[in-house]
């Protein structure tokens, strides 16, 4: 792994004495890494010349490149597009909130899990993203708007517990003392249904928020919305969340996006309160998204008000997620389906 920015500071300290140096300057290195998010090492002053000259010949640090960035008059979010080392494209999104600033970074270039009502999985799987270009993401938005990020949602562009190795090492990184700091309770990682690593990131003992897209309530009308129902029925995944709260004590987040006359109709919010009832966790109702290359609209207002109100008629707390960027096609995809049209891929 060439990418200087995913090594641990155990890593960067066997890189740092086998160039015959002191082992304090993997600290120093860590610092400026991910603390101080230099783009180059030309700004590492207190390393000696020798050494910066070492590391750039055999680990380039090459930053993200803003190649756009869209601001919404609406509520201050901005969707920037990213363009990697070696020329994808990626998208992330600022939100801000009265609680502080957060951010949707994505974990690959593309996604395979074939959602219907995402434009991320269109083009498929390309590649995922080095732990490094993960807090890339972070470290350049917070760079732009000269502002702290308080709170991460792993939620953009691709299925961060496909490799939950990188996901791990990217929450290994951020979370540390001495770069970011941001504490696990403030980060949220959103998975399809991967059963399996959901149980496995539960055995980790990790404090970090799960959601779970579920979207449907039966396997036959899951499956027509998202492929991985195919694998995991959603009993399955129940389970697996049921899990994660028993292991980690925390309160799982199901994300249901409302799809006029496919999913809003009164039997799908009963049907969704009795599989919810009694357990740990919390409905984030979500009007999806107009994507061009699908016909999904979104549920009309008196349908969400009623499922809403079924919901809670349950005892399963619910919100609906604000609309944010809707000026700017801050939804999953969009922005950078548009810009590779326009770059003729």
Not at 90 to 111: A, D, F, P, T
Not at 271 to 288: A, D, E, F, Q, Y
Not at 327 to 334: E, V, Y
Request: glycine share 8%.
């Amino acid at each position: 792994m060439k990418d200087i920015r995913s090594k641990d500071l155990k890593e960067l300290e066997e890189i740092i004495l086998g160039y015959g140096e002191s082992k304090f300057r993997a600290k120093q290195l860590f610092e400026w890494l991910h603390k101080k998010m230099v783009g180059s090492y030309d700004e590492m002053k207190n390393l000696p010349q020798g050494l910066r000259q070492k590391l750039q010949a055999d680990y380039p640090l090459v930053p993200l490149r803003i190649v756009e960035d869209l601001h919404s008059q609406l509520d201050g979010t901005i969707k920037y597009l990213f363009e990697l080392p070696d020329s994808h494209i990626i998208e992330s999104v600022l939100m801000r909130y009265k609680h502080g600033n957060s951010v949707c970074i994505s974990s690959q270039v593309g996604c395979r899990m074939g959602c219907k009502f995402c434009a991320s999985t269109l083009e498929g799987l390309v590649r995922p993203l080095t732990p490094g270009e993960m807090v890339g993401q972070i470290y350049a938005i917070q760079q732009d708007i000269g502002e702290r990020i308080s709170n991460i949602v792993i939620m953009g562009s691709g299925e961060p517990l496909e490799y939950l190795d990188i996901t791990e090492r990217f929450l290994t990184l951020i979370n540390h003392e001495m770069g970011q700091n941001i504490g696990q309770r403030h980060i949220t990682v959103s998975t399809c249904g991967l059963v399996p690593q959901i149980k496995e990131l539960a055995d980790k003992g990790m404090q970090i928020n799960l959601a779970l897209s579920l979207h449907a309530t039966t396997d036959e009308k899951r499956k027509q919305i998202m492929p991985i129902a195919y694998r995991y029925s959603i009993q399955e995944v129940l389970e697996a969340c049921q899990y994660y709260i028993d292991k980690t004590g925390r309160r799982v987040t199901f994300e249901y996006a409302l799809i006029h006359g496919e999913n809003d109709k009164e039997e799908d919010a009963k049907s969704l309160g009795k599989l919810l009832k009694g357990m740990l966790c919390h409905v984030n109702l979500i009007p999806v998204n107009k994507i061009e290359e699908r016909n999904y609209e979104s549920s009309k207002t008196s349908s969400i008000e009623n499922f809403i109100r079924i919901l809670e008629s349950y005892h399963v707390p619910t919100t609906l997620r604000r609309t944010l960027g809707a000026d700017i096609d801050a939804a999953c995809g969009q922005l950078r389906r548009r810009y590779m049209k326009k770059r003729g891929e």
